[in-house]
């Protein structure tokens, strides 16, 4: 920009120093012209020189007039040229100020390739470093494509293994679908037995009660049991009824028989059974027994015997008592017994429960 202002400055002194120039040599041509036409006038032939110094003023005056069109053009262009240079020192002042903003940006991008090489630099030395775990990792995805193929050969071993497993799949969830209707069969079966366990479960507490309960009623019930033998030898009534008395005591729980006067005794209101067996070992003769319960005869039985051997009676009988009623055996007038330390005639009793 300096350099083409420059060049117009020349230009324009040298356009003001050609004006100056063509005026000058005018006026010196105007004079020179007077002094030839004297010398002329006096020593040449007037006419001829007249008829060449009037071409010459007419080429002069066209001459002039070119001239003068020239220098108006000329001053014109440099009063453009003047605007221009104007125009162009205001275009370079700015030019200055955003080319001295250049410069401080040009420092600043200075500061900033100083930092992006200082960061190339580092880039560059973790760029070496990425190559090298490049290779490592080339080394690697090499090993990864070989394991690929092992198990890419392994997978397919293994979709041919799931196949079949689909297969035996359908199998089993067929099988599956018959267990889970047998299942909720056997759901209802064990339903219907879970409510007769309960019903199970309750009479057996209902049971548990009632044992518990006889238990402790056979616990708190009275114990009555006896058993007596005739004694040794013979018994005979004569003429009158006798109340036959079993001295020998075998089994007397609860006390309630006497051997004293043969009487039983019923200690509690219940229902008892009572037994007895009675021996006579004399042939042709009849052998009779009599039970009586408060002196009422209750059951009576005779034997007669022809074969010469021991005969038996032997009977028992379940009887409801109340408290304070007596049981005892009678034998008939003219009748007799035999026992011996083999307890042939026996009277048994017990309680089978109270009332």
Request: some cysteine.
């Amino acid at each position: 920009m300096r350099a083409v202002i420059s060049l117009l400055v020349l230009l324009y002194s040298m356009c003001g120093a050609q004006t100056q120039s063509t005026q000058t040599e005018v006026q010196t041509e105007s004079q020179s012209t007077g002094a030839a036409a004297a010398a002329v006038t006096t020593q040449l032939d007037v006419s001829a020189e007249l008829r060449e110094l009037r071409d010459m003023v007419v080429e002069l005056k066209t001459t002039v007039v070119e001239l003068r069109v020239t220098l108006t053009f000329t001053q014109n262009e440099l009063q453009n040229t003047k605007s221009l240079l104007y125009t162009m020192g205001a275009e370079n002042n700015a030019q200055n100020l955003q080319l001295e903003a250049q410069e401080t940006e040009l420092a600043v991008m200075k500061e900033r390739l100083v930092a992006s090489e200082t960061k190339v630099d580092a880039l560059e030395r973790e760029n070496a470093v990425q190559h090298t775990d490049l290779a490592i990792m080339k080394t690697e995805v090499e090993n990864l494509k070989m394991e690929n193929a092992a198990q890419e050969a392994e997978l397919t071993a293994v979709k041919t293994e799931v196949m079949n497993l689909i297969k035996a799949n359908a199998a089993q969830e067929i099988r599956l679908s018959a267990s889970e209707t047998e299942v909720e069969n056997l759901k209802m079966e064990t339903a219907a037995q879970e409510a007769e366990l309960t019903a199970v479960k309750t009479r057996l507490a209902a049971t548990e009660t009632e044992v518990v309960n006889l238990e402790k009623e056979i616990t708190e019930q009275p114990k009555v049991a006896f058993s007596a033998a005739l004694g040794s030898g013979y018994i005979e009534s004569g003429n009158t009824e006798l109340n036959l008395v079993f001295t020998r005591i075998i089994t007397n729980v609860g006390q309630a028989y006497s051997s004293t006067t043969g009487f039983f005794t019923a200690p509690v209101r219940g229902v008892y059974y009572f037994r007895f067996t009675v021996l006579d070992n004399l042939s042709t003769r009849y052998i009779k027994i009599s039970m009586y319960r408060n002196g009422e005869q209750i059951m009576w039985l005779d034997e007669y015997d022809t074969d010469g051997k021991a005969t038996y009676l032997s009977s028992g009988v379940t009887l409801q008592l109340e408290v304070g009623d007596v049981v005892n055996m009678r034998l008939p007038a003219g009748y007799r017994l035999f026992d011996n330390f083999n307890n042939h005639s026996t009277f048994s009793g017990f309680l089978l429960f109270p009332l």
